[in-house]
């Protein structure tokens, strides 16, 4: 590998790409970057949990038709694609990467809407398995890269999927309610370890009975510790709790 591979990352450039994550700014900003390396014509990134269809993280493009392409994609193509049978491979914790080119996808309705319509001649895929999911980024390109592309490119991809991990990845199911615990703790502090403790059940979907089962009391005494919550904050429901959370 020669000294040029080794260069490292615009560092402003990534700046700017965390800022724009989770706005709808992101994908004009990460194809703009990866423009800056090569000519990258569409990108598309991804998330899959367990085995449904994939949910949309970002996508971008300079030709016409990116959202139909998208929308058969996710909803007719998504198992054809040779990158997805090899990402499901890797153990969890592992990376991927994968250069398609187009003479290895075989003829079909994914390869006529998705390539030929288009022109690209090659996609670049570079994924993540964690446990549960798989988040996919690609870029598209109307013509083959080099090895220096690549590389450049595979750069800006492990950013752009670190990027995806911290705001898109799905929390495990037993952490959903710590991490509500936790934040309310930071957040209202006027609160008493009881009262964040059913606060941050009932935002994770657990009724009144539930959460007396789990502390040996009952459904009313369990309604009580809420409602005091709720006046302390001048709250009227869970949801009015997520604001802040999330901020």
């Not at 139909?68 to 991927?96: C, K, L, N, Q, T």
């Not at 990027?163 to 929390?171: D, F, K, T, Y």
């Not at 657990?206 to 005494?221: D, H, K, L, N, P």
Request: proline share 4%.
């Amino acid at each position: 590998m020669s000294e040029q591979f080794l260069l490292p990352f615009n560092a402003e450039a990534g700046a700017r790409l965390i800022e724009a994550v989770g706005t709808p700014e992101f994908g004009s900003v990460l194809l703009e970057i990866a423009q800056s390396i090569s000519t990258v014509d569409e990108l598309f990134g991804y998330q899959v949990e367990d085995d449904d269809e994939p949910h949309v993280i970002v996508s971008s493009g300079t030709l016409p038709g990116l959202e139909a392409r998208v929308a058969e994609y996710v909803h007719r193509f998504y198992r054809h694609d040779p990158a997805v049978h090899e990402i499901r491979r890797i153990p969890v914790g592992d990376s991927f990467v994968q250069r398609i080119g187009l003479s290895s996808i075989m003829q079909h309705d994914y390869r006529r809407l998705c390539f030929d319509g288009p022109g690209f001649v090659e996609k670049l895929s570079f994924g993540w398995r964690g446990e549960g999911y798989l988040l996919v980024l690609s870029f598209y390109r109307r013509e083959t890269s080099d090895e220096e592309v690549v590389y450049r490119l595979a750069s800006l991809a492990n950013l752009t999927l670190a990027v995806m991990v911290r705001h898109h990845a799905p929390i495990k199911r037993e952490n959903v309610v710590a991490v509500c615990e936790r934040r309310i703790r930071r957040t209202f502090p006027e609160l008493s370890k009881r009262e964040r403790q059913v606060c941050a059940r009932t935002i994770a979907g657990r009724t009144a009975s539930v959460i007396a089962q789990e502390f040996g009391t009952t459904a009313g005494t369990v309604l009580t510790y809420r409602r005091r919550a709720y006046q302390k904050l001048g709250f009227n429901q869970a949801s009015d709790f997520l604001p802040k959370l999330i901020n």
